[in-house]
């Protein structure tokens, strides 16, 4: 029998697997110009390759916790590594336009199954009062993926090929997956439990259709009556999914833990909050490419200091979770986090360099905090036989909402560009601002549902007691 490893490795290659994951939906952002020469399209087409890969990871992460359940944790997870790191390689070798957003797509069914299972690894095998620290650790190098991803696209596609984009991802995916079969024990649920395939067709319609209608609107496709309609129908087979759901006990969609406000804060205003971090990235190095003048790679290096930013509030989550804990903490970073948004939409091609990464550090440790509040405080109160569904829905909502970032900056940015008069293919600076300050408005969000949640929520994760009676029985 495998004698089980240390925790820490184990986290520590599940946040490697996390980063890999994070890093190829959107390290390719400044690459697209490149790629759509050699794939002989325009730029704007490209997006396709992002947007499939994201919503095959939105339509497949709710049946990760039943397939893990079903066939083990470490079976499930190597297999994962192993499809994504052999659509990189078929993504490298791609002739056209179509076969890349194939293997995409076979990428996405990849990384569908390596987050949340990764994630669920972690959850069963830390205690409460742990949590915090496990999410934290794993977090963060995905919250870089997502900053550091411009910039490493913008070098490697300046100095070198696209392709290495993907074959970077080789060696990295063969470490993890021989790391993976040496340290992970093939654990599964005890419960057994038919897969429910109804819910999951209607959510995956609604996830699929949601994601194709905004990225229509935002690559100004002139059918825009045809992706309203998309997006009514998906809608409303969203609808359908929930109503499926109710009725069946072991659905994918955890209608049980959606009673707990600790929960149900990180599904609905944390959606928001990750849409408009998601807008971020996209419409900063765009900014910065078309109303500044800068090249691929000098426009995403001003996101490194954003990873910078999330880097630093790693060692200190702890103390200030024990210190403030989660409700205000929510409320009063979350405020943060929106003003450093909106300050962004002061940028001009005369700001110093050093204010924007000044500005933009200060952001990353803001949302990285935020981030890791949000996550924390929806496992905080569900229990150990309720983890599995609760980590894939919350895992599916998340990529979604993750997922959704680039669509909903790409509609934003193109019509505030029309209803300002200006050609929504070429966006003037001030149409880059006023889309920024949309952004900073959404990440409100969580900040102003925070205000209902209890003094002492999440108390038992976080440490922190605002009554003193409840730490003495907690002690």
Known sequence: ?????????????????????????????????????????????????????????????????????????????ASAIGIFTFASLLCAAAPNLTVFTLTRILQGIGGSMMVPVGRLIVLRSTPKDQIAQAIAYISWPGLAALVIGPPVGGFITTYFSWHWIFLLNLP??????????????????????????????????????????????????????????????SLFSGYLAVVTARRNPASLIDLESMQLKSYRLSVYSASLFRIAVGVLPFLLPLMFQVAFGLNAFKSGLYLLALFGGDFSMKSIVLPVLRRFGFRRLLIFNGLIVAVSVA????????????????????????????????????????????????????????????????????????????????????????????????????????AIEAIGLPRNAGAMTSGHYSDPDLEIHAT
């Open 343 to 446: 300050l962004c939409a002061t940028f001009t091609p005369y700001t110093p360099p050093a204010l924007i990464a000044t500005l933009l550090f200060f952001h990353g440790a803001a949302r990285s905090l935020e981030f890791t509040c949000m996550t924390t405080l929806a496992y905080a109160e569900i229990p150990p036989e309720r983890m599995s569904r609760a980590n894939g829905f919350l895992s599916a909502v998340m990529q979604l909402s993750m997922g959704m970032g680039v669509a909903v900056g790409a509609v934003m940015l193109r019509l505030v560009a029309r209803a300002s008069g200006h050609l929504p293919a070429n966006p003037h600076l001030r149409d880059f601002h006023i889309a920024i300050l949309c952004t900073s408005v959404l990440a409100l969000a969580p």
């Open 172 to 233: 990295i995916g063969i470490i993890a997956l021989v790391l993976t079969i040496l340290w992970i024990e093939n654990t599964r649920s005890d419960e057994q439990h038919p897969l429910d395939w109804l819910t999951f067709l209607f959510a995956g319609v609604a996830s699929t259709g949601v994601i194709f209608a905004l990225e229509t609107l935002g690559a100004g496709e002139s059918q825009s009556t045809t992706a309203m309609s998309v997006l009514l129908l």
């Open 1 to 77: 029998m495998k004698s089980p490893r240390s925790p820490f490795y184990v986290t520590t290659l599940i946040a490697g697997a996390f980063f890999m994951e994070n890093l190829d939906g959107t390290i390719i952002a400044t690459a697209l110009p490149q790629m759509a020469n050699s794939f002989g399209v325009g730029a704007v087409k490209l997006n396709i390759g992002m947007t499939a890969y994201l919503i095959t990871l939105a339509v497949f992460i709710p049946i990760s916790g039943w397939v893990a359940d079903r066939f083990g944790a470490r079976t499930i997870f």
